[in-house]
């Protein structure tokens, strides 16, 4: 594998974004490449058959490209075809489950765990089995799919939203949880009034986050970083609109998402 190759990020629309902010932040001198299956998002209410075709389709893309790592930076995605897509490239796959599940695991001070994330997450009970070497673990799920719309909105606050939160949130803060997996890449960014409505006891997980940290061990550990400053290449590619996903992700990122490519 070429250490000058860029990475490849692949998520169904818009919340990989906060991966891609986090993989720069940490890595600042790699060049992306940017998937975005907007087209056909939200990957969360869709069967997992669908989910795994569309992926791959999309993996196949990037993989391509010349790609010397892939970043599954969906939740949904990650559970539908992480094993497949182990099998498929020869190049090291990355995604967003076991590096917050480990995470998890390591901060949970009384064992009792909550996971936020869509419809398909939930079903594939992916989580669930990351737990599974953690039988201490009390883990409970809820799937919030209309967090989504808000963050594409650019939507983080007011009443609307809060009473949202308060629905999906209130039965993990009953249930006394103290830690937080926000199991879905556009949860990031909703961290205000997810800590607002569990308070300030329970410890957020971003797996947007963990998943940037796994990037860079497994690159690191494989000598594939760039060693030296430079300006690097941050390309993105959507297979809806561009000029949609340059506005949405001009809120997300602060300008980093310029010159986005139609992909079909």
């Given amino acids: ?20 902010r986090a993989v720069i932040d940490q890595l600042p001198y790699e060049d992306l490449i940017y998937l975005g299956d907007t087209a056909r998002a939200p990957y969360g209410e869709q069967p997992i058959a669908m989910v795994r075709e569309f992926a791959l389709e999309c993996l196949d893309h990037l993989v391509a490209q010349g ?33 917050a599940a480990r995470r998890a695991v390591a901060a949970t001070r009384t064992g009792r765990v909550g996971v936020i994330c869509t419809e398909a997450t939930a079903t594939s009970q992916a ?5 599974s070497a953690a039988p201490q673990v009390d883990l409970l799920t809820a799937a919030c799919p209309a967090f989504v719309p808000f963050v594409e909105a650019g939507i983080t606050g ?14 993990l803060r009953d249930a006394g949880i103290d830690t ?10 909703l961290t205000g009034v997810i800590s607002y409505v569990l308070g300030e006891r329970v410890s957020l997980v971003s797996s947007a986050d963990e998943c940037a940290k796994d990037v ?6 494989l000598g594939l970083t760039h060693d030296q400053p430079r300006e690097p290449s941050h390309r993105f590619l959507t ?7 340059e506005g949405i992700g001009h809120r997300l990122m602060c300008g980093i998402v310029v010159g986005v490519e139609q992909f079909a």
């Avoid at 937080?180 to 960014?189: E, K, Q, R, V």
């Fill in 1 to 20: 594998m070429d250490s000058e190759a860029p990475i490849g990020i692949f998520d169904s629309g818009f919340g990989g974004l906060t991966v891609a």
């Fill in 67 to 99: 790609v010397k790592m892939v970043v599954i930076a969906c939740n949904s995605a990650s559970a539908a075809v992480l094993r497949d897509a182990r099998e498929r490239y020869d190049v090291p796959v990355v995604e967003v489950i076991l590096p």
């Fill in 127 to 131: 989580y669930d089995d990351a737990f």
């Fill in 158 to 171: 007011g009443p609307e939203l809060l009473a949202c939160a308060e629905g999906y949130l209130a039965p």
């Fill in 180 to 189: 937080l997996i926000l199991g879905g890449t556009h949860y990031p960014l």
């Fill in 216 to 221: 860079y061990a497994v690159l690191t550990r």
């Fill in 239 to 245: 297979t809806g609109s561009p000029a949609d996903f």
